[in-house]
């Protein structure tokens, strides 16, 4: 059986609170999405808003390969015309060659929603699907509240179908719009409809009662062979069905056709690739695609999993384009430590005492509020400390940031900093929206002459963390800093009374790594000659 998948990221997705997309944003996400082999891409609304109209007109040009791009809308208005509606004429104007039509199922919808009757509705019904069959579009018929429907009214319900169906629709699909169904309930009715063999049948579940997944992949074993979502569940209130979990439940456990395997496995590039596109941060705990999906952090769970992957595993990682990743704290044990140790190609034997020493130093650095579980790349720092394979590329002779409120009350910061490398002090001082960062631009603006390489590293997130409130200004902070260049990005951490010294602690890792990163196998040196100089690893 093959299931079509249908995604409405750009339509249903984008009336979450926090998606906002521009025409460019959906575009590109339009041609991500025809990479990835989904079938069918709805793109908007064209009878709502300039932006969809314009979406519509420039989606043309991409030359999309697979996906069939869909414009969506509702039927046409009671007591109009179907040809003078206005809803319907943007829909032919879109010139998409698939359309969805939404209408009423639901009785009381139609009676005090629409304020018309039910007769009205089923001719509404008929209008639309049929006219613009006629105009040779393919028509995805959406059911609003189908499934609340058919438990309220059966026979209304399935009389929608029937209207829908002989009026020419290529596709019934039946919608938990408020989201309250249960996985049995979807599956009951679901198959009760495909018995009528009325028209092929598809899914669109919200996930208001946490069911959306369960309620599509029932809604598969009912009969339904097109399934509506969107990526990484964004939508209304609790969101639509996530396609990144529905599409390798249906792929990989229930050995449906979907994907095929190879596209499957770039289902994690392409939840993180819409994430970063609609500036929403990735839900690091979402299954299969997010970050810490197959990631282990107990001792003895690495241990197995090291032994056998399937122990605490239940897909191989990378059939999705993830991977595992292994957590040090103060609960890891040996296991976790020889994991990163090779992970971070470093050299450290299982009979080592070295691995004692580096988690000994791990747990008295968590007890005193540090957190290597988001900042691997302090962590790696740290093992080669313990391990003596790391040497400082400069060392710190002195600091000092200064915050002066002006007349015009604005704040400005200025950081003076000294630092030696290769026995030369530099003595720079610069600016900054902050008093972080003032620092970092002065540090920069110290260490750019020795490492020109620093150039294409950015920081691109700070965060800090009060870890003893009840201790009001005195408390200690955790800081922690993500930096990119363009081959990746990493995280590090610092932690003390003092924010700026936190601060520093996790700028140092940042930039210390980052060169490192850089430079790869290669011994990392100081140069005046405007290149990074590259030697025998040490």
């Known amino acids: 059986m093959r299931i079509f998948t249908f995604d409405t990221t750009l339509r249903d997705g984008t009336q979450g609170e926090a998606v906002s997309f521009t025409v460019d944003d959906k575009l590109v996400i ?196 097109q399934v509506q979502g969107t990526i990484n569940g964004y939508g209304e209130r609790c969101g639509n069905v996530d396609l990144c979990v529905v599409i390798p439940n249906l792929a990989l456990k229930m050995g449906v056709e979907c994907l095929s395997r190879a596209l499957v496995g770039r289902l994690t590039e392409l939840s993180w690739y819409v994430s970063e596109v609609a500036n929403v941060t990735p839900n690091d705990h979402q299954p299969y695609v997010g970050r810490s999906a197959f990631a282990h952090k107990g001792g003895i769970h690495v241990s197995a999993v090291m032994r056998e992957a399937s122990t605490y595993e239940h897909i191989d990682p990378a059939l999705v384009g993830n991977e595992r990743r292994v957590v040090v704290s103060e609960l890891a044990g040996r296991s976790n430590l020889l994991y990163k140790a090779r992970h971070f190609n470093l050299a450290l034997d299982e009979r080592s005492p070295e691995w004692q020493r580096i988690l000994q130093r791990v747990k008295d650095l968590e007890y005193e509020g540090y957190q290597f579980e988001g900042a691997e790349a302090s962590l790696e720092l740290l093992m080669k400390k313990t391990l003596g394979v790391y040497s400082r590329l400069f060392d710190l002779d002195g600091f000092r940031v200064t915050v002066e409120k002006r007349e015009d009350g604005r704040p400005v910061c200025e950081a003076t900093i000294r630092v030696y490398v290769d026995g030369e002090l530099e003595h720079t001082a610069a600016d900054g929206d902050g008093p972080v960062h003032a620092l970092d631009r002065a540090l920069r603006k110290a260490l750019l002459p020795f490492y020109p390489a620093l150039q294409e590293i950015r920081l691109t997130d700070y965060k800090v963390r009060v870890l003893e409130a009840q201790d009001g200004t005195a408390a200690k902070v955790r800081v922690l800093i993500d930096a990119a260049d363009e081959d990746g990005s990493w995280s590090t951490v610092g932690v003390s009374e003092n924010i700026l010294e936190a601060s520093w602690q996790a700028l140092v890792d940042s930039v210390e790594y980052g060169l490192r990163r850089r430079a790869g196998e290669a011994e990392v040196r100081p140069t005046r000659r405007g290149a990074l100089v590259a030697g025998a690893a040490s």
């Open 30 to 225: 339009a041609r991500k999405l025809d990479e990835l082999g989904i079938d069918y891409i709805e793109g908007g609304w064209p009878g709502s808003n300039p932006k969809d109209i314009e979406f519509f007109r420039r989606v043309r040009e991409l030359g999309l390969r697979h996906a069939r791009v869909v414009a969506f809308g509702s039927t046409r208005r009671p007591g109009a015309s179907v040809a003078d509606d206005y809803n319907i004429r943007m829909l032919v104007e879109a010139q998409t060659p698939t359309v969805a039509l939404v209408s009423k199922s639901w009785d009381m919808h139609v009676t005090e929603a629409l304020r018309t009757t039910l007769d009205e509705n089923l001719a509404m019904i008929h209008d639309s699907v049929s006219y613009l069959k006629g105009l040779g579009r393919e028509v995805v018929y959406d059911a609003e509240h189908f499934y609340d429907a058919f438990k309220h009214n059966r026979e209304y319900a399935l009389q929608t179908l029937r209207v829908a169906a002989d009026a020419g629709a290529d596709v019934l699909v039946l919608c938990d719009t408020n989201g309250g169904s249960f996985p049995w309930e979807i599956e009951e009715i679901t198959r009760a409809v495909a018995a009528l063999d009325l028209a092929p049948l598809g899914c669109h579940t919200h996930n208001d009662s946490g069911n959306a997944v369960a309620n599509a992949l029932a809604a598969v074993r009912a009969g339904a062979v």
